[in-house]
């Protein structure tokens, strides 16, 4: 069984620019999590899908970011503009049950 | 807020021994508790999950919960170089949908 999987594992843009991560979960997991860790800190949490809806984005920093998961199956995370405190590992996990969450292998963004 | 503290490291310890890695939260609410282990610049692997006090136990793991006085432990028996790794402590409130992690140890098995 594939894993999941995350889309670019780097991105080095500049301030102001957009960019988009993908996530891929595994096959049937409707859950859907992003998770976001800046340098020297712990893994946050970002927001939550179930299928194609947002459950909770509580931890979503500001409206810069959004998240989509159209037809509830690969889900993408956009940064408009980028700032420099955007910067970190953007880890994406998936759950069948709501218990067990597997991640993906991250997204190392390096805001210039 | 809620908080998951973990000592960084790193922890060094001999191949052979028991390596105790410890966790406190500081939210009541929290339900259910997770040890993930990271290996550098891989993704966090789920290796643990306990949501009542006392022990559970899974291999070489032991996972231990005490609610009373918040804190986590996993318990690695018979450590092998291969441990070496970050281990991550998760909380998870009930009913919540994020995990709140801690920074995690650094745990180093020595040869």
């Known amino acids: 069984e594939a894993g999941v999987t995350q889309f670019p594992s780097h991105s080095v843009i500049e301030k102001g620019q957009t960019v988009t991560l993908r996530c891929d979960p595994i096959s049937g997991h409707d859950n859907l999590y992003w998770y976001r860790r800046v340098m020297g800190k712990e893994i946050k949490f970002l927001l939550h899908f179930v299928k194609e809806s947002k459950q909770d984005e509580s931890g979503m920093p500001n409206n810069r970011f959004l998240a989509e998961r159209t037809g509830g199956t690969y889900s993408t995370l956009k940064v408009q503009p980028a700032e420099l405190e955007d910067s970190g590992v953007y880890f994406c996990?998936?759950?069948?049950?709501?218990?067990?969450?597997?991640f993906g292998p991250g997204t190392r963004l390096t805001v210039l | 807020q809620k908080e998951v503290e973990q000592n960084s490291g790193p922890l060094s310890v001999p191949e052979g021994a028991i390596a105790s890695l410890n966790c406190t939260y500081s939210d009541q609410g929290s339900q259910s508790f997770f040890w993930y282990r990271q290996y550098s610049g891989k993704s966090p692997e789920l290796i643990m999950f306990?949501?009542?006090?006392g022990d559970k136990e899974d291999g070489r793991f032991t996972a231990q919960l005490n609610k009373a006085s918040q804190y986590v432990s996993l318990l690695i028996r018979d450590s092998q170089p291969s441990d070496s790794a970050t281990y991550l402590c998760?909380?998870?409130?009930?009913?919540?949908?994020?995990?709140?992690f801690g920074k995690g140890t650094h745990l180093i098995i020595q040869p």
């Open positions: 306990i949501y009542s006090n």
């Open positions: 996990a998936s759950s069948q049950d709501r218990v067990k969450q597997f």
């Open positions: 998760a909380a998870e409130e009930g009913g919540a949908d994020g995990l709140t």
